[in-house]
């Protein structure tokens, strides 16, 4: 799935849970419908490219929620690492991001997730609706499903945004030189 051309997606952690996350386990639509369903865990990572939305070195999806993180060829185990989501203005806990990494064997790869998930708030709303409700109103299970951002890592740098910028950059120039060769009407 591609965005059109001049399009990014570069979600902060809060966009991906309540303008993305949120809508889909509340069953709302979401505009525009950028990132796709997908079962993770029959695909190694890299064979992601096509199923899932790429940008950059960078693939979202949604998926099921589910502790098996097996693939043909390894697993997905976690790092230990769960950091709370917090919106920017109210500072509320809206979310939770897991850090998992892929593992041939025994041998931990470069490969990493993100895997994003609701806070579990269905014991406060089902007491809540219990109180004085008796009709059957469905309520979404947050549970089911999460957002992952699967990514290479650079082993030479920890952080690599800098590097992201370079590389735009570098392309920029590289497509300048081609300039000539465009014939514009």
């Given at each position: 799935?591609?965005?059109?051309p001049g399009?990014?997606?570069f979600p902060t952690?809060e966009?991906l849970?309540?303008?993305?996350l ?9 505009h ?7 079962d993770?865990?029959p695909?190694d990572p ?5 199923k899932a ?13 589910t ?7 390894g697993?997905?185990g976690s ?12 500072h509320?806990?809206?979310?939770i991001?897991?850090y998992l990494?892929?593992y ?7 490969w990493?997730m993100q895997?994003?998930s ?11 609706s ?5 009709s059957?109103t469905h ?11 699967v990514?290479?890592q ?7 945004d800098?590097?992201a ?6 392309e920029?120039f590289?497509s300048l030189?081609?300039l000539d060769?465009?014939s514009l009407?």
């Amino acid at each position: 799935m591609n965005l059109p051309p001049g399009f990014r997606f570069f979600p902060t952690d809060e966009e991906l849970v309540v303008h993305f996350l949120h809508r889909k386990a509340s069953l709302l639509p979401c505009h525009p419908d950028v990132i796709p369903d997908l079962d993770l865990y029959p695909y190694d990572p890299w064979d992601l490219p096509g199923k899932a939305l790429q940008e950059g070195r960078q693939w979202y999806f949604y998926s099921r929620k589910t502790q098996e993180r097996v693939t043909s060829n390894g697993y997905w185990g976690s790092m230990g690492i769960d950091e709370p989501v917090f919106t920017s203005s109210t500072h509320k806990k809206v979310g939770i991001k897991k850090y998992l990494t892929f593992y041939l064997g025994d041998s931990q790869t470069n490969w990493a997730m993100q895997e994003y998930s609701l806070p579990d708030s269905s014991n406060r709303s089902s007491k809540r609706s219990n109180r004085g409700s008796t009709s059957s109103t469905h309520k979404p299970d947050y549970s089911k499903w999460v957002i992952c951002r699967v990514y290479e890592q650079n082993c030479s740098d920890e952080e690599d945004d800098d590097g992201a910028e370079l590389s735009c950059l570098d392309e920029v120039f590289l497509s300048l030189d081609d300039l000539d060769e465009v014939s514009l009407p």
